[in-house]
């Protein structure tokens, strides 16, 4: 099993550039999370989904995030434009019903 | 508002101590409480306890859920330097959200 899997790994890039971050989930979940942690906040719930639909995006900052899901093994997160305070490890897990859940191991985004 | 508050936040110990790290929730419809580690990278999952009382165990690592004080435990004893991460708990709001804790960052210095 692949386990989940994110990209890039690394972002540095200039504030007011978008910012593409994706992730495939584990084959047969059924509930995909992005998670943004830093030093000062912790790990923090930005948006999930339930067999693609986005459930509770209540956690995203701004208008200038935005999540989707086309299909059950692909998700991105975009932020645009970005600014210096986005730079965080961005982290993809996902589950199936109950489950724990499985982490990918994060994109380290630098805004400069 | 749903929300899960571990203790300590931080914690220095040497090895061969034995340690204890706390987790306490409130949530509108509790299925599960998970404990995870995350040294460099991403969480792994350690224990998901569903049962209040029920002991979980993994080599020197045990965790403990007490539905009636909404609180669990994750015990480690004959600590070592491999220890040394941060410790998350989460509880699964039933179908609705994972809620983490801000994790206990345990060091255990030779």
């Known amino acids: 099993d692949a386990g989940v899997i994110q990209s890039p790994r690394h972002e540095v890039t200039e504030m007011g550039q978008e910012v593409t971050l994706r992730c495939k989930p584990i084959?047969?979940?059924?509930?995909l999370f992005w998670y943004r942690q830093t030093m000062m906040r912790g790990l923090e719930l930005l948006i999930y989904f339930n067999n693609n639909v986005p459930i509770d995006d209540s956690g995203m900052p701004e208008d200038r995030f935005s999540a989707k899901m086309p299909n059950a093994s692909f998700s991105t997160l975009k932020i645009q434009p970005s600014e210096p305070r986005d730079s965080a490890v961005y982290f993809c897990a996902s589950t199936f019903s109950g489950q724990p859940q499985h982490f990918g191991d994060g994109t380290r985004l630098s805004i400069l | 508002e749903d929300k899960v508050v571990q203790s300590p936040l931080s914690l220095v110990v040497h090895e061969g101590d034995t340690v204890t790290l706390n987790c306490s929730y409130e949530v509108t419809n509790f299925r599960s409480l998970l404990w995870y580690k995350q040294e460099k990278k991403a969480p792994t999952f350690l224990f998901m306890l569903t049962s209040s009382g029920i002991e979980k165990k993994s080599g020197r690592l045990s965790s403990i859920l007490d539905k009636k004080e909404l609180s669990s435990i994750l015990n480690i004893t004959a600590t070592q330097t491999g220890d040394s991460a941060i410790y998350l708990c989460?509880?699964?709001?039933?179908?609705?959200?994972?809620?983490f804790g801000p994790g206990t960052r345990l060091s255990v210095l030779p």
């Open positions: 084959s047969g979940h059924n509930s």
């Open positions: 989460a509880v699964d709001n039933y179908g609705q959200n994972f809620v």
